[in-house]
């Protein structure tokens, strides 16, 4: 079991992302922004980057699994830039959840 901070302020996306990873046996915690919530002690933080800076998440110790929309090609490719693990459209986020968060907690 590791611990997961989703960043969400979409309810429904968030509720999403908390039923998808606690079915596979993980912890989660949701927060509107990383400035909001305790990161402490938590194994991989899953992000909506429409709602939070991607520069934000990273150097932090755990690994960050980012998504947005896929036309959003320029949030995609600066959160790239500053280091985020993995960043998925939604829709692959929303389909592949668990696998993705599996293989960046395998690392």
Do not use: F
Not at 17 to 28: D, F, R, T
Not at 58 to 82: F, I, N, Q, R, W
Request: net charge negative.
């Amino acid at each position: 079991m590791a611990r997961v901070l989703s960043i969400a302020t979409d309810l429904m996306l968030g509720s999403r992302v908390e039923a998808q990873l606690s079915a596979a046996g993980h912890e989660v915690t949701t927060s509107p922004s990383i400035e909001e919530s305790t990161w402490e002690g938590v194994d991989l933080i899953v992000a909506d980057l429409d709602v939070e800076n991607p520069e934000a998440l990273v150097g932090l110790g755990m690994p960050v699994l980012g998504y947005c929309s896929h036309l959003d090609v320029e949030t995609k490719e600066a959160a790239e830039a500053a280091g985020v693990d993995q960043v998925v459209p939604r829709s692959r986020m929303a389909r592949e959840l668990p696998a993705l968060a599996e293989k960046l907690l395998s690392r």
